[in-house]
C-alpha cells in the first residue's frame, strides 16, 4: 500500500499541521499551497485527527513513513505531542521506518527520547540543504547519533560544494529540483543538470546512496519532458548519471513482511 506520490517513501505520517519559513527553500513550500487549497488554517499548530496521530499502528503492511511532510518533527510548537509520536515510532519498529527531515538540527538532541542510545534501529534523520549556506545543517547533522543519516538537497537552487566531512556524513542522498506553478504565489526556481551532476561526483567512492527524486519544473520545461516535475526517470534517458534511485538499506531486508513492502 503506498499512500504519496514521493517517490523515496510509501507513507506520510502528519502529527500536526503547522510551519513557519526558516531558509531559502521554504519559499515556495507545497504545505502552505495545499493548506491554502484546503482551507485550513495554519496560523497556529494544530494536532491531527486520532485516526492520523494514530495511523501507523494500524497499518499492518511494512513501510517507509515521511513523517511530518506538512511539518516539522522537531518545530518546537509540537512540542506538546512529539513524546507521543515517539511511543508510536517505537511500537511499531518490526514493520515501519521513519524519515524525519528537518531544517532545524540544532533542536534535534534536546527533543530526542531518554531511550534513544546510537538511535533507534528503525529512525532515519535528515536535514534538508537548499543551497551552499545551509551546507552547515550536516555539521550538525554528524553529531546527531542515528541508524542512518541523510540529506535532501531539494529544492536543489544552486551548485553546491561539500567537504570530506560532509561527504562521509551522509549515507543517503536525496536530490531534487523544485516543483510549481509558472504565475502565482507558488512558483519555483531553476535548476541545473550540471548542479545534480556535481553533487553525484562528489558522492564518488563515498558509501552514500543516492535518489534522485525529480528534475523539477524548470528543466521538465526545458526537456519537454510530460511529467511537469521531471520526476519519471523513465524521461532522463539523456542523463544517464541521475538515473539513480538507491536506499541506504535493502529494505526489504529489515521487514519481517519483505514480499509487501512497495515503494517507488
Given at each position: 500500500m503506498k499512500n504519496t506520490h514521493i517517490q523515496w517513501c510509501n507513507?506520510?505520517?502528519?502529527?500536526?499541521?503547522?510551519?513557519?519559513?526558516?531558509?531559502?527553500?521554504?519559499?515556495?513550500?507545497?504545505?502552505?499551497?495545499?493548506?491554502?487549497?484546503?482551507?485550513?488554517?495554519?496560523?497556529?499548530?494544530?494536532?491531527?485527527?486520532?485516526?492520523?496521530?494514530?495511523?501507523?499502528?494500524?497499518?499492518?503492511?511494512?513501510?517507509?513513513?515521511?513523517?511530518?511532510?506538512?511539518?516539522?518533527?522537531?518545530?518546537?510548537?509540537?512540542?506538546?505531542?512529539?513524546?507521543?509520536?515517539?511511543?508510536?515510532?517505537?511500537?511499531?519498529?518490526?514493520?515501519?521506518?521513519?524519515?524525519?527531515?528537518?531544517?532545524?538540527?540544532?533542536?534535534?538532541?534536546?527533543?530526542?527520547?531518554?531511550d534513544w542510545g546510537e538511535g533507534y534501529p528503525n529512525v532515519w534523520i535528515g536535514v534538508s540543504v537548499e543551497n551552499q549556506n545551509r551546507t552547515s545543517r550536516i555539521d550538525i547533522l554528524k553529531d546527531i547519533p542515528a541508524a542512518i543519516r541523510f540529506v535532501s538537497f531539494e529544492p536543489l537552487l544552486e551548485n553546491i560544494n561539500l567537504n570530506e566531512s560532509q561527504i562521509q556524513t551522509v549515507d543517503w542522498a536525496i536530490l531534487g529540483g523544485e516543483s510549481g506553478n509558472e504565475t502565482g504565489k507558488y512558483r519555483y526556481r531553476p535548476c541545473e543538470i550540471d548542479w545534480f551532476e556535481h553533487l553525484i561526483d562528489q558522492f564518488e567512492g563515498a558509501p552514500t546512496a543516492i535518489f534522485v527524486k525529480q528534475l523539477g519544473t524548470h528543466l521538465a520545461n526545458q526537456y519537454y519532458f510530460l511529467d511537469d516535475k521531471g520526476g519519471n526517470w523513465n524521461e532522463w534517458g539523456a542523463f544517464p548519471k541521475l538515473q539513480r534511485r538507491e536506499h541506504p538499506i535493502d529494505v526489504t531486508k529489515y521487514f519481517k513482511n519483505s514480499d509487501k513492502v512497495t515503494i517507488m
Open positions: 507513507h506520510t505520517w502528519n502529527t500536526h499541521i503547522y510551519c513557519k519559513k526558516v531558509s531559502e527553500g521554504c519559499k515556495f513550500c507545497y504545505m502552505f499551497r495545499d493548506m491554502e487549497e484546503m482551507g485550513i488554517d495554519i496560523k497556529k499548530v494544530t494536532k491531527t485527527s486520532k485516526s492520523t496521530f494514530y495511523a501507523p499502528l494500524d497499518i499492518v503492511e511494512p513501510g517507509i513513513f515521511f513523517a511530518n511532510s506538512w511539518s516539522d518533527f522537531f518545530i518546537e510548537e509540537a512540542d506538546a505531542w512529539r513524546n507521543d509520536a515517539w511511543k508510536i515510532i517505537k511500537q511499531t519498529q518490526d514493520r515501519h521506518i521513519y524519515l524525519l527531515l528537518t531544517k532545524r538540527p540544532e533542536r534535534v538532541l534536546e527533543c530526542l527520547p531518554d
